[in-house]
């Protein structure tokens, strides 16, 4: 049974390899019959192999935005077509992918979760922290009510993590963070990195394997990271793709769901 979210994070990175070899093209258009064959292999890639895989877990308008792109792609390569109509078509793919890579975890909730602030006494003790979390919680809601998408997502993807990092202070033990095979290591010593040094990406992986959070959860919390990283402006110039306040919105009705998750363990695991 094919898994839908790696199937469009293949895409991702196939899209993203099209997209290097555009820029290492000097011409206006693109002629040489190799670069014509790999775009053309990139977008058949989709039609022939891909779509079917992710189409049963995507609604029939979304695998029809992503069709847009691929047949451009497809389409110029019958022909010497400007670099440019390549560039446009690579990075609207790269855009419905990862949107559709989030709504392929997380569907649009049809009910929502209450807002109201959580007691955030079971992870974190000491009551200077507990209210820092609690206005972090109420920036988030602040955000998407002003229709602030990026600056929700950023705040969002912060609170996780340090909800993350006050589970893994709560470990009197803290052996097991080091033992992960998701743990994060020193390239150059091959040790595990300290705490302070973990990012958001480590602390997700590593508490999916100490089951602090669900396989489901692991992925979507992925996601969340990924848009959090359009805080910087290239990468979002780069890929193409901008966050809406609807994105927001589901990415809202996640955090509260992990959080909440992590707030009800109960002693270590």
């Given at each position: 049974?094919?898994?839908?979210?790696?199937?469009l994070?293949?895409?991702?990175?196939?899209?993203?390899?099209?997209?290097?070899?555009?820029?290492?093209i000097k011409s206006?258009?693109?002629?040489?019959?190799?670069?014509r064959?790999?775009?053309?292999a990139?977008?058949?890639?989709?039609?022939q192999?891909?779509?079917?895989?992710?189409?049963?877990d995507?609604s029939a308008?979304?695998?029809?935005t992503?069709?847009?792109p691929y047949?451009s792609?497809l389409?110029?390569?019958?022909?010497?077509?400007?670099?440019?109509?390549?560039?446009?078509?690579?990075?609207l793919?790269?855009?419905?992918?990862?949107?559709?890579?989030?709504?392929v975890?997380v569907?649009?909730?049809?009910?929502?979760?209450?807002?109201?602030?959580?007691s955030?006494?079971?992870l974190?003790?000491?009551?200077?922290?507990?209210s820092?979390?609690e206005?972090?919680?109420?920036?988030?809601?602040?955000c998407i009510?002003?229709?602030?998408?990026?600056?929700?997502t950023?705040?969002?993807?912060?609170?996780?993590?340090?909800?993350?990092?006050?589970?893994?202070?709560?470990l009197?033990?803290?052996?097991?963070?080091?033992?992960?095979?998701?743990?994060?290591v020193?390239p150059k010593?091959?040790?595990?990195?300290?705490?302070?040094?973990?990012?958001?990406?480590?602390?997700?992986?590593?508490?999916h394997?100490?089951?602090?959070?669900?396989?489901?959860?692991?992925?979507?919390a992925?996601?969340?990271?990924?848009?959090?990283?359009?805080?910087?402006?290239e990468?979002?110039?780069?890929?193409?793709?901008?966050?809406?306040?609807?994105?927001a919105?589901m990415?809202?009705?996640?955090?509260?769901t992990?959080?909440r998750e992590?707030?009800a363990?109960?002693?270590?695991?």
């Amino acid at each position: 049974m094919s898994d839908p979210y790696a199937e469009l994070d293949d895409l991702i990175r196939e899209i993203d390899k099209a997209a290097n070899v555009l820029r290492k093209i000097k011409s206006p258009q693109v002629r040489n019959a190799e670069h014509r064959d790999f775009l053309r292999a990139t977008a058949l890639s989709w039609f022939q192999r891909r779509r079917s895989a992710v189409a049963q877990d995507m609604s029939a308008e979304i695998v029809e935005t992503i069709d847009i792109p691929y047949r451009s792609i497809l389409n110029a390569t019958e022909k010497h077509s400007s670099k440019n109509t390549y560039v446009s078509a690579v990075r609207l793919a790269k855009k419905t992918l990862v949107e559709g890579r989030a709504r392929v975890l997380v569907p649009q909730p049809t009910v929502r979760t209450a807002d109201s602030v959580p007691s955030f006494a079971p992870l974190a003790a000491d009551s200077v922290m507990q209210s820092i979390l609690e206005r972090r919680w109420d920036e988030c809601m602040r955000c998407i009510e002003a229709g602030a998408p990026l600056a929700a997502t950023v705040m969002m993807g912060g609170l996780l993590e340090a909800l993350l990092v006050a589970r893994a202070n709560k470990l009197s033990v803290k052996s097991k963070l080091f033992k992960a095979t998701a743990t994060p290591v020193d390239p150059k010593t091959k040790k595990p990195l300290e705490l302070r040094q973990w990012m958001l990406g480590a602390y997700i992986d590593v508490g999916h394997e100490l089951k602090w959070i669900s396989n489901s959860a692991k992925n979507v919390a992925v996601i969340l990271r990924d848009y959090r990283n359009y805080i910087h402006p290239e990468k979002e110039r780069s890929h193409g793709v901008a966050l809406s306040p609807d994105d927001a919105a589901m990415f809202w009705e996640v955090t509260k769901t992990l959080s909440r998750e992590l707030l009800a363990m109960k002693g270590e695991t």
